[in-house]
Structures are given as C-alpha cells and as structure tokens.
C-alpha cells in the first residue's frame, strides 16, 4: 500500500480563536493550512512539505520513480519531493544518486546530495554536472517563481523557468528519460511543446488532486527522451 493510500481521513475543521495580532490575510493562510488534509498527513508521515503527495500521485500514476536510478530534483527546498523520490529510488543501492538543489539552504537527507545555488547561473549548472556521476534517469522540477498576482507575468516567468529546466534536461538525460516540470493552467506553451514533443516519446499534463483547488498549476510529464536526436 502506497503513502497516498494510506492517507488518513479529514479530520475535524480547526478554528483560529484569537487574531493575536495577525493580519486578515496571514489568519485565512493559517486557517487553511491547519484544515488541509495534506498538510495534515505530510506532518504525520514526516514529509517536509504537502508537495510530496504530489509527486506520489504523479509517480502512481506514471511510475517514473524506480529502484538504482540518477535522479535531479530542481527547486527542491524544502525537501518534500526529494524525500519522496529517496524513498523510491533507494540512495544506498550502488547505482542510484539522488542530487536536490535550490536557492534555499535545506536540512540534510541521508543520501542525498544537496546544493544551494541559483540554478540560472551557467556556474550552477555546471556545478551540477560536475556531481552527477553518469546520465540522469530523471529531471525533476518543481520551481516557480514569486506570485505577481498578474497571470500573464507569472506564466511568462514560470514558462521560463520549465525551458531552463528543459534545456538541462536535454544535455543530462539517458535515452528513454523522464522529464517532469511545473506549469500554469494551459499547460507548456506552443513554442517548448513542440519542442517537447520532439524530444520525447510521450507528453502528458496532469494536475495533481493534491494540488490546491483554487491554484492553476499543472504538471507536464515527458517521458522516453530521444537523446540520439539532439
């Protein structure tokens, strides 16, 4: 039975009852945090994030994740999805390797190697493939950038984002790779879709149930990358 099966049920509504000098904005972010079932069951099961179920559904329903693999996690801080993929991938078999990056400074995971760096930095990258010790199986994404409110702005930011990942993908991945990256509503844009669509057997977007109702993310899920054409 997997960790997203044996989530526990929704547990009785929680609610704040003194502001304590809170502002409107921060009780409503708190209010919903203690009554969100994956926030819940992300501090019962030790994930360091809500994400991880996420990338479980993700992993169920693709079953990407395997036993002796290379996998890179982009923007992993806080280490949700890294747990997850630690867990699958097992960092003690000969074979697997586990590297997280992101700008943020996270707590260790055992058998994971992490860095701390701008991942548009040339050095950055660099500095990635100089860690990895053969083709990575897999290349995960999971950054985003700061919300503007304006959907257009955040589209063309995130949209940037998933070609930088890309890109890096393409000069690491193993013929038959997966490439998984957060997107907005709508999916990747015409322009790296298609370049998507080359480069891979197969494209698939999918918006998680663990994902909030009311946010527009999704993710793309490239699977069987054709090395030999690039």
């Not at 003194?18 to 009554?35: D, E, F, M, P």
């Not at 960092?91 to 991942?119: A, R």
């Not at 997107?183 to 879709?193: F, R, S, T």
Request: charge should be positive; glycine fraction near 8%; hydrophobic fraction near 40%.
């Amino acid at each position: 039975m997997s960790d997203q099966e044996k989530r526990s049920p929704r547990s009785k509504k929680v609610t704040l009852k003194k502001s304590r000098g809170r502002t409107v904005s921060s009780q409503r972010w708190l209010q919903r945090q203690l009554n969100d079932p994956y926030v819940q069951d992300a501090q019962r099961l030790g994930y360091r994030s809500r994400a991880a179920f996420k990338l479980i559904e993700l992993n169920e329903k693709f079953h990407f994740l395997k036993p002796e693999m290379r996998v890179i996690d982009l923007g992993a801080a806080p280490g949700g999805w890294t747990q997850v993929i630690a867990k699958q991938v097992n960092p003690d078999l000969p074979k697997s390797q586990i590297i997280g990056i992101d700008l943020l400074e996270m707590d260790p995971i055992q058998g994971v190697t992490l860095c701390m760096g701008d991942f548009s930095k040339d050095e950055t990258i660099e500095q990635l493939k100089a860690i990895l010790k053969g083709p990575a199986d897999i290349v995960l994404s999971d950054m985003a950038p700061s919300s503007t409110g304006y959907r257009q702005i955040d589209h063309l930011r995130i949209t940037v984002l998933v070609e930088e990942a890309f890109y890096f993908a393409k000069e690491v991945l193993v013929e038959g790779g997966t490439f998984v990256a957060k997107v907005l509503q709508g999916g990747v844009d015409g322009g790296i879709l298609n370049i998507l669509k080359q480069s891979f057997e197969t494209i698939k977007h999918v918006k998680p149930k663990a994902s909030r109702k009311d946010s527009s993310e999704m993710y793309v899920v490239a699977m069987g990358f054709k090395k030999q054409l690039q």
